[in-house]
């Protein structure tokens, strides 16, 4: 592999893979602090039409854990933020949380999967639109007991309609979840680049 002197191209090469990965991602997450973990809308649209409620089916993060744990729905693990769908004819967030082994059961337990869901919501509360945007703000949560499996830096999967997908409407793939750098280590890494650019201009 041929190394590429210019920095500017370098600083190219290093953007190149995210603008790739932005496309199909949904989610964002950032796993930097177990105790608050984001969950962060993006603007890219899902790949499929659904239409759930929000409070019985929910979402699938799917292959979120490391390893199969039990984080538990009863109650549930509860969920900060304004993270809901663009679409839906109510706009109660995303509220509570708990593990599943997705495909395998469709029971709250040990798995590596995380239901997400809300509360109170009712029929057609979840719609996702092939081609238009997939969620809007942000979920936080408290992971900090399970920070030891929480995925690392550019680990990614798939974010699922409902949770059972023998259900119609269910089991389709919304998009991709994928966990980034904390937001200060990306700006230490561009003002680096940037660093790096002007020493080598003035040599």
Do not use: C, H
């Not at 041929?2 to 949904?26: D, H």
């Not at 409070?55 to 109650?75: D, K, Q, R």
């Amino acid at each position: 592999m041929k190394l590429i002197k210019s920095s500017s191209a370098a600083f190219l090469i290093t953007l190149a893979p995210l603008a790739t990965i932005n496309a199909a991602v949904v989610l964002v997450v950032d796993v930097s602090d177990p105790s608050a973990v984001t969950f962060t809308a993006q603007d890219a649209a899902s790949d499929v039409s659904s239409s759930l409620n929000r409070s019985f089916e929910g979402l699938t993060i799917e292959n979120f854990f490391t390893a199969s744990i039990t984080v538990s729905a009863n109650p549930p693990r509860p969920i900060a933020g304004d993270l809901t769908p663009s679409l839906g004819i109510q706009t109660n967030p995303y509220v509570g949380t708990g593990t599943f082994d997705y495909g395998n059961s469709t029971n709250f337990g040990p798995g590596n999967d995380l239901s997400v869901f809300a509360d109170n919501t009712v029929e057609n509360s979840q719609q996702f639109t092939a081609g238009q945007r997939a969620f809007n703000g942000q979920a936080i949560i408290d992971f900090s007991t399970e920070a030891a499996v929480l995925p690392s830096v550019g680990s990614t999967g798939d974010v699922i309609t409902g949770f059972d997908p023998s259900n119609t409407g269910e089991g389709l793939v919304i998009g991709q979840w994928t966990v980034v750098p904390e937001p200060s280590s990306t700006l230490m890494l561009f003002a680096a680049l940037i660093g790096f650019g002007s020493v080598r201009r003035r040599k």
